[in-house]
């Protein structure tokens, strides 16, 4: 009987420690918390001593020994990083403009990324905007200040692309590149304001000559027309009192040619009342008579 109660003494001793044991194991467990939640749209980096191993870690649990490896995540949302540029156009101008780079991180590049910069902030002052500058500086000297304006969409453009090539080299997937307005001096912008206001003087001065020689050129056509009117007009009755003064002279002549002396006396005759006139001058052939006797005559 006393062997049997030592033998559960014993047991009872021995439960007893591996329970505390297991209790203090768990208590360190979750003191040194080994366990690592990799949450979507971020990625696990592996670290032995401090050490970034190339295998990401993708959402999930993860576990790391204490002491020897830890976890550190890494976002692989996009990101922006903006920056403030001034640059000098191919005529000299100071141009200011704001550019924005909206890239992430693939998971696979998550190691590379946290080995040589750790965070984006370091990212962005270190590679991202001295790259911008570079690159719109680049492109900006190659127009002048009105042409930053009148070809925007093309100086947008290679800004674009001279962006994503530079950016390459440091595995970033760049999704847009925008650029704000270029902004110039306040002075080169009166100066554009007051040329373009003396191009809008000059067109309009332009389109009122035009208008004027325009109604001009009309009134010419227009005395022009009533000129040769007028010349045909006086043309048409000249001919019109022509052909009548041709007309009556040919009539004339055929009146004159066909009046006769027996047709007049005739015509006399035909006209005559009877009566004798009363008193006739010294001289004086009687009527007919003396016409009829000079021509017997």
């Not at 007028?230 to 009556?248: E, H, K, N, P």
């Amino acid at each position: 009987m006393m062997r049997f109660g030592a033998s559960n003494e014993l047991f009872s001793s021995g439960v007893f420690k591996v329970g505390i044991a297991a209790v203090l194991a768990l208590v360190v467990l979750l003191i040194l918390n080994p366990f690592y939640q990799v949450t979507s749209g971020y990625c696990g980096v592996l670290l032995n001593f401090g050490s970034v191993q190339p295998m990401p870690l993708n959402p999930g649990l993860r576990f790391a020994i204490p002491f020897y490896q830890q976890i550190v995540l890494v976002s692989t949302q996009p990101q922006t990083v903006t920056s403030d540029e001034r640059a000098a156009t191919h005529d000299l101008q100071n141009v200011h403009t704001s550019v924005s780079v909206t890239f992430h991180i693939n998971p696979a590049d998550a190691p590379g990324f946290y080995r040589d910069f750790r965070a984006f902030g370091v990212l962005g002052s270190r590679i991202i905007g001295p790259t911008v500058s570079n690159d719109v500086k680049a492109v900006t000297a190659n127009y002048n200040a009105e042409e930053l304006i009148t070809k925007r969409d093309i100086v947008d453009g290679q800004i674009k692309d001279l962006v994503i090539r530079s950016l390459l080299p440091y595995h970033l997937s760049i999704e847009a590149v925008n650029i704000s307005n270029f902004a110039f001096s306040q002075v080169y912008e009166q100066a554009i304001e007051a040329k373009q206001v003396a191009q809008q003087q000059a067109l309009q001065a332009q389109y009122t000559l035009q208008q004027t020689q325009i109604s001009a050129q009309q009134q010419v056509v227009q005395a022009k027309a009533q000129a040769d009117a007028a010349i045909a007009t006086a043309q048409g009755q000249a001919q019109a009192l022509l052909v009548t003064s041709q007309a009556q002279a040919k009539a004339n002549t055929l009146v004159s040619q066909s009046l006769t002396a027996p047709l007049l006396q005739q015509k006399a005759l035909d006209r005559w009342n009877g009566t004798m006139p009363t008193y006739l001058s010294a001289g004086a052939p009687l009527p007919f008579i003396g016409s009829t006797i000079s021509q017997e005559k």
